[in-house]
């Protein structure tokens, strides 16, 4: 697989880039909204110094590694992050995203994961997963117009904010092949059974 770290990606309407310490403001901005991160694992951000942790933790050490995709999605022109996507290196290979929700209804995260999306498929990952709260159907609808497929769903204690929390699975094998899945979750949790209605 292929070494690289969040090279700029460029899609119709976005820059895709790494963030920068000049970006505190902007991930304040994203990371302070109730709404937005209801479904993500970490409480929201209540000061500058807290959106600073979150870009040394979560940005600036990833740069430093040989390999990390962290992107900070900018409206072209503006140059202002307004949501982010990242893809993990670990097994699960997982992508996550967030994004301002004055900026929600737009197809913007869409187009930003799927030039994500093609940048790790270039780079050699053999698929990718994603995970959505079953209370927020909407992150399921930008999985599926990734072409992700659902494999199952399951129960998990989530940290920091522990609450118990149902999430579906979704998976895109580059090779399109039907037989890999990423059981992990599968199998470390209790609680886990397959939404027949649900797999095409």
Known sequence: MKLNNTPTLETERLILRKFTE??????????????????????????MEEAREVFEEHYAHIYNQPRGYRYAVC??????????V????????????????EFWRRGLMTEAAKAVIGQVKRDGFPYLTATHDVENPHSGDVMRK??????????EQWQPKNT????????????????????KYWI???VHYIEEELRE
């Open 146 to 155: 990734l072409g992700m497929q659902y494999e199952y769903t399951y129960e």
């Open 86 to 101: 990242h893809v993990g290196t670990d097994d699960s290979f997982d992508l996550g995203y967030g994004l301002r929700k």
């Open 188 to 190: 470390v949790s209790k």
């Open 22 to 47: 000049d970006d505190i403001q902007a991930i304040y901005d994203i990371y302070s909204d109730q709404e937005v991160n209801r479904f993500l694992p970490w409480f929201p951000v209540k000061t």
């Open 164 to 183: 118990m929390v149902t999430f579906r699975l979704y998976q895109l094998n580059f090779d399109n092949s039907n037989i890999r899945r990423y059981d």
């Open 75 to 84: 409206l072209k022109g503006e140059n202002v992050p307004v949501g982010y």
